[in-house]
């Protein structure tokens, strides 16, 4: 069980923003990874929230280099615990309506995150 709970708030001037709420106290400060196409994102930003107690402001600036026709996908992780918070998919490149493209490319970037899981869970149990 993830000690976070991750609610997108907006993607603005190519920032995308969401707030962290802990589930616990026990919680602490989040350590995230961001990743896209398994390669870790620079320039995230956790701040805590200074109105709420055990909140914290999620900043994930998109980088330019990332963006290309076709399904973008982002992961946003619990570093500790490898459970994913959540996702966001961008499209770009021809209309796609009704495409499940996206939700393929989601779909593998989690079994891709399974079987790293997987593959740590059998050494460190072996």
């Known amino acids: 069980m993830a000690g976070f709970v991750l609610t997108k708030t907006r993607l603005h001037a190519g920032v995308w923003e969401g707030v962290l709420t802990a589930v616990d106290e026990a919680a602490g400060r989040p350590h995230l990874l961001i990743t896209h196409l398994e390669q870790p994102l620079d320039g995230v930003e956790i701040t805590e929230d200074p109105a709420t107690e055990g909140q914290w402001v999620l900043r994930i600036p998109v980088p330019a280099e990332i963006l290309s026709d076709g399904v973008q996908t982002i992961l946003i992780q619990d570093a500790r615990s490898a459970v994913r918070l959540g996702s966001f998919t961008i499209v770009t490149g021809?209309?796609?309506?009704?495409?499940?493209?996206?939700?393929?490319?989601?779909?593998?970037?989690?079994l891709d995150m399974l079987k790293r899981a997987f593959r740590r869970h059998c050494l460190e149990t072996s």
């Open 94 to 110: 021809e209309p796609l309506e009704d495409d499940i493209r996206s939700e393929i490319d989601l779909l593998r970037a989690e």
